[in-house]
């Protein structure tokens, strides 16, 4: 039987304490991608300036998590009636898309200056105190990852533990940022921008990644095999229920719709029927986190 985590928060405060974390999330990473830019392009490094570029992706990310909260909790309305929760997916869309001109741009720069390197051509020597911007982002990332972590657990919140995931990795890329800027200084001229070529790199691909999981909730893509399991599985858990006949789902934003059709026994009143639907409509939602509808067709049940 699924059994939701113990907590004392109840859900209003859930909702306050993940806002809370969610501008927190937003300024942090803001004012950690504003710190890294002007550092990098002070110091000549184009591996912090990849670097920022991490954390305004982070920020964007924070931000529509942040508003995808805000409009979550938007009952559906005539026009809508499913939510308002895809504008969530559109948004992260066209900011993975800006994300990716921009750092197409940084890669071009950085493999120049890794070609010039090679070629003897000019040796970029950035300055010092990037070294000291990487270990603050470091810090600073591994910190907000486990808050953040810490609040998504709490809350039972997905968007905010893919949030401290997306910081742990940002600490991680910052520790390496800090180890190229450190042998450039000893001479080895090629890693910096080496670096950047790198983070520039994975950051189109995490981009791409993204748009592709974004078109497939705005095409209505299936959910994943386990949580269509889990959602039959507790329909069948309310008693007069003998079959799951058919289950569709999708992801709208934050909140999951779903249409089933369930089998009773024929002999059920109708007004039967109608309780053990609300019943299955309410133990699935009391069972599993972030469904925003249930429509349920109710038919007589033959071997």
């Known amino acids: 039987m699924h059994k939701l985590p113990q907590t004392n928060l109840?859900?209003?405060?859930?909702?306050?304490?993940?806002?809370?974390?969610?501008?927190?999330?937003?300024?942090?990473?803001l004012g950690?991608?504003?710190?890294?830019?002007?550092?990098?392009?002070?110091?000549?490094?184009?591996?912090?300036?990849?670097?920022?570029l991490y954390s305004f992706k982070d920020f964007f990310i924070a931000l529509v998590v942040l508003a995808g909260i805000r409009i979550s909790g938007k009952p559906p309305d005539e026009n809508h009636p499913y939510g308002h929760g895809k504008i969530e997916f559109v948004a992260i869309f066209?900011?993975?898309l800006?994300?990716?001109?921009?750092?197409?741009?940084?890669?071009?720069h950085s493999v120049k200056d890794v070609w010039m390197v090679i070629q003897g051509?000019?040796?970029?020597?950035?300055?010092?105190?990037?070294?000291?911007?990487?270990?603050?982002?470091?810090v600073a990332n591994y910190k907000l990852a486990n808050y953040l972590h810490c609040v998504g657990e709490r809350v039972q919140s997905p968007a905010m533990l893919a949030n401290a995931k997306h910081n742990h990795s940002d600490a991680v890329s910052s520790a390496f940022v800090a180890v190229a800027v450190l042998l450039t200084s000893?001479?080895?001229?090629?890693?910096?921008?080496?670096?950047?070529?790198?983070?520039?790199?994975?950051?189109?691909?995490?981009?791409?990644?993204?748009?592709k999981d974004t078109m497939k909730s705005l095409l209505d893509s299936s959910l994943d095999s386990s949580i269509m399991k889990q959602i039959e599985s507790t329909a069948?858990?309310?008693?007069?229920?003998?079959k799951v006949s058919s289950l569709t789902a999708r992801k709208t934003g934050q909140s999951i719709w779903i249409d089933m059709i369930i089998k009773i026994d024929p002999r059920h009143t109708l007004d039967n029927g109608y309780k053990i639907s609300r019943q299955v409509e309410d133990t699935l939602m009391k069972r599993i986190r972030g469904i925003g509808g249930v429509h349920i067709a109710v038919e007589p049940y033959t071997p």
């Open 236 to 242: 069948q858990l309310v008693p007069g229920v003998r």
């Open 121 to 138: 051509i000019s040796t970029p020597h950035p300055k010092f105190i990037a070294f000291w911007a990487a270990i603050i982002s470091v």
């Open 10 to 29: 109840n859900y209003l405060e859930c909702k306050t304490c993940e806002k809370k974390a969610g501008w927190i999330a937003v300024f942090s990473n």
């Open 186 to 211: 000893f001479g080895w001229y090629i890693v910096d921008p080496l670096v950047a070529v790198i983070e520039t790199v994975d950051l189109i691909m995490l981009c791409v990644n993204m748009m």
């Open 94 to 96: 066209f900011i993975s």
């Open 98 to 108: 800006l994300i990716i001109i921009g750092t197409f741009f940084l890669f071009i």
């Open 32 to 52: 950690l991608a504003v710190f890294k830019l002007i550092v990098g392009i002070l110091s000549g490094s184009k591996a912090v300036i990849g670097d920022a």
